[in-house]
């Protein structure tokens, strides 16, 4: 994509919704000042009258079905912080040693806890609390994942909000509709703004409990790199609220990832190029590298790869000098996903939902990975803003709201639907081999 066709999120903004929606950064600031105090009120803390834990949380691991890596905050240090866990039913428990490890940002300092259990059985249901010394939580179920048989996951888009009621609505309405879910991705742009610790709280607390019960896969958006005055920083909250699996890098350590579930593999890809490029240069070529050898050993049935941004270029109402085609990410990584043979490539950013079907060398084709771009679950709209694509096959009704999508993965097939908050769907797309 040539330089002059590009323009920012910003300029998006501008053009769809005017300086009400460009203001956000503004007012959220403001109203996200209540949010702190309130994620105490929503029942955050896990201690029961015993143990001081905020926004407990479980994170996907390289292997799940054996492996659980658990977080949590507090306000201090926890000198004998650990985590428990046990199969359901039984009474003797292992334990985990957590870390203690001090994160400050936007003015905000706490202490951040992270126990890596190892050991579990595929399929077999656990139980896991957090202790410190005599102090103990409550027991919180822990399902490990099965080793190849097929699952369910639940995906959710771009849940960056000035609300995030709306966010909350969403993804505990699909995983009440879907509690047989393994585990839960979102999609990047997690929050508005990366720095804005608020919104962090309130997106974990509206994550919370199924966060508690099922792992998380983040991916990391553009907005997890916005300074309070919206200048592009490293993205510091998300690398240090997400304990993700490791991938050998020592520059770009949790900027990207990969893990199996079942019958898949994935790989979590980072598209903040742009963003990242003024302070550490080298993250494409790294990525592609590393894809190349991460497929390769994996023997999992199915490739399934998560991008934040888009690889369509979408032209724009009321910019006819705009043109439909390939963006630049779609140029970067869409001739990997056909050499590697990847199955699926779920994205995101635009805030709509479009199937593309399958595209090979940027072309409608009968064979190569399908395209899914994933939509929106929190309440920043772009309305009427973009032209349809001549490679989206299914478009989401108009005007768009919020949606999410249910990955449904069995050893021959891939099923992914797509559903309005309501649970009304409103797409099927299924990948068969």
Not at 148 to 171: E, H, M, N, T
Request: a negative charge.
């Amino acid at each position: 994509m040539r330089d002059e066709q590009k323009f920012s999120r910003r300029t998006f903004l501008k053009l769809a919704s005017g300086a009400a929606v460009l203001a956000g950064g503004g007012f959220l600031v403001q109203r996200f000042g209540l949010l702190e105090r309130a994620a105490k009120r929503l029942g955050r803390f896990r201690d029961s009258g015993r143990i001081e834990a905020l926004f407990v949380r479980q994170i996907i691991t390289s292997d799940p079905s054996v492996s659980r890596t658990i977080m949590w905050q507090s306000w201090s240090v926890q000198s004998a912080a650990a985590v428990e866990w046990r199969e359901e039913g039984e009474s003797s428990a292992q334990r985990a040693v957590a870390t203690n490890e001090d994160f400050t940002d936007d003015g905000r300092a706490s202490v951040l806890h992270v126990a890596d259990i190892e050991g579990l059985s595929p399929g077999r249901r656990y139980e896991y609390r957090l202790v410190n010394g005599e102090e103990a939580s409550d027991w919180l179920p822990l399902l490990a994942a099965p080793a190849q048989a097929g699952f369910k996951a639940l995906i959710f888009p771009d849940s960056q909000s000035s609300d995030y009621a709306v966010w909350r609505d969403v993804a505990q309405g699909a995983w009440q509709r879907n509690p047989d879910a393994g585990f839960f991705v979102n999609m990047g742009d997690l929050v508005d703004n990366g720095e804005d610790h608020t919104q962090w709280d309130a997106w974990l607390s509206a994550a919370a409990p199924m966060i508690e019960r099922i792992p998380l896969a983040p991916v990391m958006g553009n907005h997890e790199t916005y300074d309070r005055n919206w200048q592009v920083r490293l993205p510091e909250a998300y690398l240090q609220e997400f304990a993700v699996p490791g991938n050998g890098s020592e520059t770009f350590l949790r900027y990207y990832y990969s893990f199996d579930y079942g019958s898949c593999h994935f790989a979590v890809l980072n598209t903040q190029l742009d963003e990242t490029r003024s302070f550490k240069r080298g993250l494409l070529e790294e990525q592609l590298a590393w894809l190349a050898e991460d497929m390769e050993k994996s023997r999992k049935n199915w490739k399934v790869a998560l991008l934040h941004k888009d690889v369509l270029q979408y032209r724009i109402h009321g910019r006819p000098e705009r043109t439909e085609g390939i963006s630049d990410i779609g140029e970067a990584f869409m001739p990997v996903f056909d050499m590697l043979g990847i199955d699926l490539v779920f994205t995101a950013h635009l805030h709509t939902y479009r199937n593309r079907g399958c595209i090979q060398a940027f072309r409608r084709a009968a064979k190569g990975p399908v395209y899914i771009l994933t939509g929106v679950a929190g309440d920043v709209r772009y309305p009427n803003l973009w032209v349809d694509h001549a490679l989206d096959q299914t478009v989401a009704p108009q005007p768009e709201t919020d949606n999410y999508l249910v990955l449904e993965a069995k050893e021959s097939s891939l099923a992914v639907e797509c559903f309005l908050p309501d649970g009304t769907k409103i797409d099927r797309v299924e990948v068969v081999k």
